[in-house]
């Protein structure tokens, strides 16, 4: 079964800061994802990576960015956090043979005061 | 509007009793998938690119891509079925899912 780690589990931030949430997957998978799951919406997309040194726009990526270093490890980044980017957020990993399936870490919490 | 459509919002549900979930995509699409999730937790695959009919346990699910529709049918639901179940379609090859806002279950004895 996939494995993808998420850290940290719960986040605290203050408004204006800078938060990094990173996501390791040890599949060897091409694609990474970053979504946020909010009541009323739904998942999400806010970016995806087919590699390293990869980074793609979601459907919402205004005021984050993301970074692909490695094929293990794709961070989301809020450069100036704001309360509406207070959300739980996850982050999966795709095998890009075939019809891709998609594999979950266990979220992050995010709140922004 | 949404382009995954799912139907109940909420189902509860007498341990025991069957139901029966709806999905309905707006766009055409290449694949779709079932999610389960408990509150707070993550994702997990139940269905994966399913077309025609097919069971896991006491879970089945009818998928028709041409006619943009799945069902999710839970026989016998037993109180941990309880959670949340999310489908989502792939609408362009490896550029992420687009979910539903899912169903709610709750089974009670």
Known sequence: EAAVTQSPRNKVAVTGGKVTLSCNQTNNHNNMYWYRQDTGHGLRLIHYSYGAGSTEKGDIPDGYKASRPSQENFSLILELATPSQTS??????????????????????LSVL | GQQVQQSPTSLVLQEGENAELQCNFSTSLNSMQWFYQRPGGSLISVFYNPSGTKQSGRLTSTTVIK????????????????????CAMEHNYAQGLTFGLGTRVSVFP
């Open chain 2, 67 to 86: 006619e943009r529709r799945s069902s999710l049918h839970i026989s016998s639901s037993q109180i941990t079925d309880s959670g949340t179940y999310l």
């Open chain 1, 88 to 109: 739980v957020y996850f982050c999966a990993s795709g095998d890009a043979t075939g019809v891709e399936r998609l594999f979950f870490g266990h979220g992050t919490k």
